[in-house]
């Protein structure tokens, strides 16, 4: 993906299938859109995979409030690295116990997030994979997360146009890993359209893509959040965010802009 920032135009989710919330129907769409390239995109088989390298991440889709949004969590100011900042749940492959980059990202959003593998019905994955700062290829999955486990496997049959249950946010917020994740809170698909929010940056000083502010977003005291990080310079990626805020940023950000150009054949004209 090359682009300048001439070109860089904004994702449209205010697209009329993302303005309620998800259904059977929406998510057997965005399921087709993931998987309707040309060149069907194949997952490198896991026993060539270098796992020492390997990371995955899950972007969690759901309903909350009747609304469609993103989960999204801070990390906990005690992490080792890239701590205070917006995140995806993830991180790098356990060899002794993932059986698959998938199974990576989903075992990871349940020790952080504390939602269940069985709860998260997967839509599909984004490619290609970029490197971490530390280098190690990060795998982009996209799943849907229901409010309750499901007692059957996820199947795209009798695709419904009723609304999917919505997530109790008090509920995550207890489960949640107090290690691993300061707060975690839902990003409306709507505030990704919301060009007030949005700020024009350089992925690895090469691509533009839309870093998204959402330091009001976070569950506190009322009032906005405020990034504790120094100014870094802007290839570091490194850090909440520039100039005080909160943001979805560095990598991140990158793959919320490569989900919304891989949707883009259900944006309407």
Not at 22 to 27: D, G, M
Not at 164 to 193: C, G, N, Q, T
Request: hydrophobic share 35%; proline share 8%.
């Amino acid at each position: 993906m090359s682009r300048t920032f001439t070109q860089l135009s904004r994702p449209n989710w205010s697209s009329p299938i993302f303005s309620k919330p998800f259904t059977r129907k929406s998510l057997q769409l965005i399921r087709g859109a993931l998987d309707s390239e040309a060149t069907p995109f194949q997952l490198p088989g896991w026993a060539s995979q270098d796992k020492k390298r390997s990371a995955a991440v899950l972007i969690p889709f759901c309903n909350v409030n009747e609304t469609p949004g993103i989960l999204l969590q801070v990390r906990s100011r005690s992490m080792r690295s890239h701590s205070g900042e917006v995140s995806f749940p993830g991180g790098k492959v356990d060899e002794q116990t993932d059986l698959s980059l998938m199974d990576c990202a989903l075992r990871e959003c349940a020790e952080e997030m504390g939602i269940a593998r069985n709860r998260v019905e997967l839509l599909g994955a984004l490619h290609p994979p970029e490197k971490s700062l530390r280098g190690d290829t990060v795998w982009p999955f996209v799943g849907f997360v229901h409010l309750r486990r499901s007692q059957h496997k996820f199947t795209p049959y009798e695709p419904k146009d009723d609304p999917l249950s919505s997530l109790d946010m008090s509920a995550i917020e207890r489960m949640a890993s107090k290690d691993e994740v300061a707060a975690i809170f839902h990003l409306p698909l709507a505030e990704l359209a919301n060009p007030s929010r949005s700020r024009a940056y350089m992925f690895r000083n090469e691509h533009p893509y839309w870093a998204v502010d959402v330091s009001d977003l976070v569950p506190g005291d009322g009032q906005p959040f405020v990034s504790e990080s120094l100014e870094k310079p802007q290839i570091d990626e490194v850090g909440a965010g520039r100039e005080g805020r909160l943001e979805v940023w560095g990598l991140t950000g990158w793959y919320l802009g490569l989900l919304a150009e891989r949707l883009s054949s259900l944006y309407e004209p």
